[in-house]
């Protein structure tokens, strides 16, 4: 059973930034690709960056290169943290983010969040003024 945990959502204005981080608990060590996703009011499913836990390979949606990065700690055997450092947000970032595991490396469909195994509730990200 894996259990995917996010926090760090928040307010903020227009330019600055928010880290987000998702805890990720499994029972056995596995190959997985880790992703973030948002969701916008009125909009669809994006997804925004993503990290293959085994050699770190990092990959992210055109919207945000240069702005967001993707990191992980995964010191702990059964645990894997990945965080989302958001820099200079804009109006478009604001939305919930999710965090989704997929078992495995990171697949071609990346983007594609019907095949990921598991999903976080979401954490909000404001973007105001």
């Known amino acids: 059973q894996v259990q995917l945990v996010e926090s760090g959502g928040g307010s903020v204005q227009a330019g600055g930034s928010l880290r987000l981080s998702c805890t990720a608990s499994?029972?056995?060590?596995?190959?997985?690709?880790m992703t973030w996703f948002r969701r916008a009011p009125n909009k669809g499913r994006e997804g925004v960056a993503a990290?293959?836990?085994?050699?770190?390979?990092?990959?992210?949606?055109d919207s945000v290169k240069g702005r967001f990065t993707i990191s992980q700690d995964n010191a702990k055997s059964t645990v894997n943290t990945v965080y989302l450092q958001m820099r200079d947000l804009q109006f478009e970032d604001a939305g919930m983010y999710y965090c989704?595991?997929?078992?495995?490396?990171?697949?071609?469909?990346?983007?594609?969040?019907?095949?990921?195994?598991?999903w976080g509730e979401g954490t909000q990200v404001t973007v105001s003024s």
């Open positions: 989704a595991l997929y078992f495995g490396r990171c697949p071609r469909q990346l983007w594609l969040g019907s095949i990921y195994n598991y």
């Open positions: 499994f029972d056995t060590v596995s190959s997985a690709c």
């Open positions: 990290i293959y836990n085994i050699g770190g390979n990092t990959f992210y949606t």
